[in-house]
């Protein structure tokens, strides 16, 4: 049985009232004034409609009603219809403005009574339906949070640690856009003399970028990259990578892979639409590359490897575009000569310190706005 309020200070017209809204299936629970009501209000959080008088002691059914809109912590929407023997269009806007739903002119005529309500039904119905359809939605997100999470737990996991292989001490910058990133990096051994590294950053953000990265991880980690113990040329996995993802899920991705000869710090080394990388020797930097397609944009496309050397002390920076194309509040980018600055004045720091630097001033150049990119660094150095 539905229940409804009845607020009413005439003893006379509660009673004749109370009878009609109980022929009509109602449970009614009374009060001779707003405070009374509000009281009831309080400990009955299951009422949903109020037939409130305006003209009452105490407090009136205007005050009434705009105290029940002031509460935020409802159970359910309360509709409010109100009572009053006034007509003229001054004392509806009065009534409208403090929140009422609807209104009957006293004395009341039943059959008007009766269709009302059945309106305040509908509405509260539907407030019912939005509701639940609100919080199927809110439940959906959750749950779409929660795995994206997972994903992003499953991402870091990927990642390899910061740490030294043989004389080759890498570190990293990883800052996912949102949950996961299009961005993705790597460096491992190729063998007892070679190690391998890579950067890709995929057109776009979000889940189908980051699944389109995971899945050129994985297809580089489980490709033929030695050949008699010798590392294929960069230039050539580029160019499988680029026939093998044409038109895959509609995107493509940038990237730089190459690789390290431990004994002689030599670097090969193939840039395909990526940023240009920026070799530090000393306190001088210098950009690295051409330039080169982006994978998966074109067929049939060839691609140029190039070589460095890396004396003892020397560092090598490979980062996606969110680093240098990082905006600030008067939409000014960090820039590639900015970052080259940064490298050189802070030079005689350990990467490790260096990269927590960087990571600093790129924050502080947002001014604590979320990053609207990815923002990934890899950076390697010779060591004794």
């Given at each position: 049985m539905k229940?409804?309020?009845?607020?009413?200070?005439?003893?006379?017209?509660?009673?004749?009232?109370?009878?009609?809204?109980?022929?009509?299936?109602?449970?009614?629970?009374?009060?001779?004034?707003?405070?009374?009501?509000?009281?009831?209000?309080?400990?009955?959080?299951?009422?949903q409609l109020v037939l409130s008088d305006w003209m009452m002691p105490l407090m009136d059914g205007v005050q009434l009603c705009k105290k029940i809109r002031n509460k935020q912590d409802w159970h359910c929407y309360i509709y409010f219809?109100?009572?009053?023997?006034?007509?003229?269009?001054?004392?509806?806007?009065?009534?409208?403005?403090?929140?009422?739903?609807?209104f009957l002119l006293k004395p009341v005529n039943i059959n008007e009574l009766r269709?009302?309500?059945?309106?305040?039904?509908?509405?509260?119905?539907?407030?019912?339906?939005?509701?639940?359809?609100?919080?199927?939605?809110?439940?959906?997100?959750?749950q779409i949070s929660l795995d994206l999470e997972s994903a992003a737990k499953m991402q870091q996991a990927l990642l390899p640690k910061p740490g030294r292989l043989g004389n080759i001490e890498f570190d990293w910058i990883f800052c996912p856009y949102r949950f996961v990133a299009g961005d993705?990096?790597?460096?491992?051994?190729?063998?007892?003399?070679?190690?391998?590294?890579?950067?890709?950053?995929?057109?776009?953000?979000?889940?189908?970028?980051?699944?389109?990265?995971?899945?050129?991880?994985?297809?580089?980690?489980?490709?033929?990259?030695l050949n008699n113990n010798i590392p294929i040329a960069p230039e050539e996995i580029v160019a499988a990578l680029n026939e093998e993802f044409q038109n895959s899920l509609d995107n493509y991705f940038t990237m730089i892979y190459g690789y390290i000869n431990k004994d002689s710090g030599e670097v090969c080394l193939t840039q395909a639409g990526h940023p240009k990388p920026i070799f530090v020797s000393g306190s001088n930097a210098k950009l690295y590359g051409e330039g080169g397609f982006p994978v998966g944009m074109l067929p049939d496309l060839e691609y140029q490897s190039f070589k460095l050397q890396l004396e003892i002390g020397d560092r090598f920076f490979i980062y996606s575009d969110g680093v240098?194309?990082?905006?600030?509040?008067?939409?000014?980018?960090?820039?590639?000569?900015?970052?080259?600055c940064l490298l050189e004045q802070y030079h005689?720091?350990?990467?490790?310190?260096?990269?927590?630097?960087?990571?600093?001033?790129?924050?502080?150049?947002r001014k604590e706005v979320p990053f609207d990119d990815d923002v990934t660094l890899l950076a390697f150095e010779r060591m004794v």
């Open positions: 229940k409804i309020l009845l607020v009413e200070d005439a003893l006379d017209t509660r009673y004749i009232l109370s009878m009609t809204l109980q022929k009509y299936g109602y449970e009614v629970i009374t009060a001779e004034n707003g405070e009374q009501a509000w009281e009831i209000l309080q400990q009955q959080t299951d009422i219809i109100l009572l009053t023997a006034k007509d003229d269009k001054d004392s509806l806007i009065q009534g409208m403005e403090a929140g009422a739903d609807d269709v009302r309500l059945n309106a305040g039904n509908r509405i509260i119905q539907l407030e019912k339906t939005l509701e639940c359809s609100k919080q199927k939605v809110q439940q959906a997100y959750d993705m990096f790597n460096y491992f051994e190729l063998n007892d003399k070679y190690l391998g590294f890579y950067q890709l950053d995929v057109a776009g953000h979000g889940v189908s970028s980051a699944l389109l990265s995971f899945t050129v991880h994985h297809r580089i980690m489980n490709s033929l990259l240098t194309e990082c905006m600030n509040s008067e939409n000014e980018q960090f820039s590639e000569s900015r970052f080259m005689d720091l350990s990467l490790d310190a260096l990269l927590k630097k960087i990571d600093i001033e790129l924050r502080n150049w």
